[in-house]
């Protein structure tokens, strides 16, 4: 497993941008697939957007399709969620989730092996 430490959240105006930085630790980062998952307040943790470890594979939820954009950097080991156009319902602890090495990019949650803490994003109307 790897550690993941998530950052960039916080309070932020509907229309206003975040974005969200997921630093793994490890040297197998750059064959992991990366995911973003949300959950809200009572509600269950949903997928959000993912990016397998093969160049240009990304899948969004439609929900945040246009809006949201997920990107890696693997001389970082960092993976990011650039967040534009926020709403109010986008309000949620975010979370990123690493999977196994050279496993495909899913949204599923019980395919990610690694989790970060978490990190709050309130959009306020």
């Known amino acids: 497993q790897v550690q993941l430490v998530e950052s960039g959240g916080g309070l932020v105006l509907a229309g206003d941008s975040l974005r969200l930085s997921c630093a793994a630790s490890?040297?197998?980062?750059?064959?992991?697939?990366m995911g973003w998952f949300r959950q809200a307040a009572g509600k269950e943790r949903e997928f959000v957007a993912a990016a397998g470890w093969r160049p240009g594979s990304t899948d969004y939820s439609d929900s945040v399709k246009g809006r949201f954009t997920i990107s890696r950097d693997n001389a970082k080991n960092t993976a990011y969620l650039q967040m534009n156009s926020l709403k109010p319902d986008d309000t949620a602890v975010y979370y990123c989730?690493?999977?196994?090495?050279?496993?495909?990019?899913?949204?599923?949650?019980?395919?990610?092996?690694?989790w970060g803490q978490g990190t709050q994003v309130t959009v306020s109307s």
């Open positions: 490890g040297r197998a980062f750059r064959v992991l697939p």
């Open positions: 989730a690493a999977g196994g090495p050279l496993k495909e990019a899913t949204r599923l949650p019980t395919e990610y092996s690694s």
